[in-house]
């Protein structure tokens, strides 16, 4: 499936956009590395992923002793 492959690309994030969504207006979010997932309203999901990556990125500095 796609998001195997997303997975094994090494993505940390896979957006969903596929008829239920947009008959709903969202975006459906998988966070591959955390196995959640969550709806995102279409309009905001370009914020939401850059803070997602954002934190992980943080959380990454934090666990590897950045700042």
Known sequence: SMLKRADGAGASFCA???EDEIARGVITVKDLGAHAQSDVPIGDAAKHLAA???ARREAS???EGGA
Do not use: E, P
Request: charge should be positive.
């Open 16 to 18: 969903i956009l596929g």
């Open 52 to 54: 997602q990556i954002a």
């Open 61 to 63: 500095a934090h666990r």
